[in-house]
């Protein structure tokens, strides 16, 4: 499954380079949602609700679909329904459907329709507040998520050889007329298979998200400045320098820092 992780991580970098994955690709993420990267994995720690830090969201800014396909090496033959097609084996003749061939190995195809990007509207205000978090439980190895991409629906093949086929059953009468590549997405069920590797489709997912994290260059500062004041989680709050909070929210930038996606644990690394 590496492998395939590896493969989607590639292709997506072209358009969403920096952007952090939802793996496995049907795993819901949330603006808000709270992750600790230690160890060498990240899991699930919670929200900044949970934490007594509001998250006002700005509205949802809509992108295009989008569509990849690793250097043409994915053809697509649809077939329309009531008619029987050469090529097709697992499809009836009553089918709606598609046809992907795969002509490399190591190739993928992407589909994503109904993309909307939500994040937090006032990134001043979460600086700030996570710095009054420090010394409670706040450190350098929690992230929090401030920006999600949601789709509608969203399919996802990966050919395992050279010579990969899908065939997919299209919902019935979902634009027959004018199919295009983007009705492949979520619309699809896989009726056959052949050296197929990753294979999903599904509705209301969130493929892409952002994290940041206090910087590390900025606990060091602090520690130096201040000295290890934190009494660890579950321990006294210990109040935080007034001109600490009003850094972060003058210059947020200084204090907090969005994590590259190249920093994302590989899956089987990670037990979130």
């Known amino acids: 499954m590496k492998d395939s992780y590896q493969l989607y991580r590639r292709a997506v970098d072209d358009v969403w380079k920096g952007w952090w994955v939802a793996w496995p690709l049907s795993r819901r993420v949330e603006v808000g949602d709270v992750l600790e990267n230690a160890d060498g994995s990240v899991r699930a720690a919670g929200t900044l609700e949970n934490r007594g830090i509001p998250v006002t969201m700005r509205h949802g800014t809509p992108h295009n679909d989008y569509a990849y396909d690793t250097q043409g090496s994915a053809s697509v ?61 706040w450190d350098e190895n929690l992230l929090a998520v401030t920006d999600v991409v949601s789709a509608a629906s969203g399919t996802v093949l990966t050919a395992a050889e050279s010579g990969a086929v899908a065939e997919l059953r299209l919902q019935a009468g979902a634009g027959q007329a004018q199919t295009v590549l983007t009705d492949l997405a979520g619309r699809a069920a896989v009726a056959g298979r052949h050296r197929l590797g990753l294979e999903w489709t599904g509705a209301e997912s969130t493929p892409f998200f ?63």
């Open 77 to 137: 033959v649809f077939k329309t329904a009531g008619v029987a097609a050469d090529g097709f084996t697992a499809l009836a003749a009553a089918d709606f459907g598609a046809k992907v061939s795969f002509e490399k190995g190591n190739a993928a195809l992407i589909v994503y329709r109904g993309l909307t990007e939500t994040g937090v509207d006032d990134v001043r205000d979460l600086a700030a507040a996570l710095v009054r978090r420090v010394w409670r439980d």
């Open 210 to 272: 952002r994290v940041v994290r206090l910087r590390k260059g900025w606990f060091g500062r602090v520690r130096k400045d201040y000295g290890p004041r934190q009494p660890g989680r579950g321990g006294a709050p210990v109040p935080v320098p007034p001109v600490l909070v009003e850094e972060a929210w003058e210059e947020p930038e200084a204090v907090l820092e969005t994590v590259a996606s190249d920093e994302q644990p590989l899956p089987g690394d990670s037990s979130s």
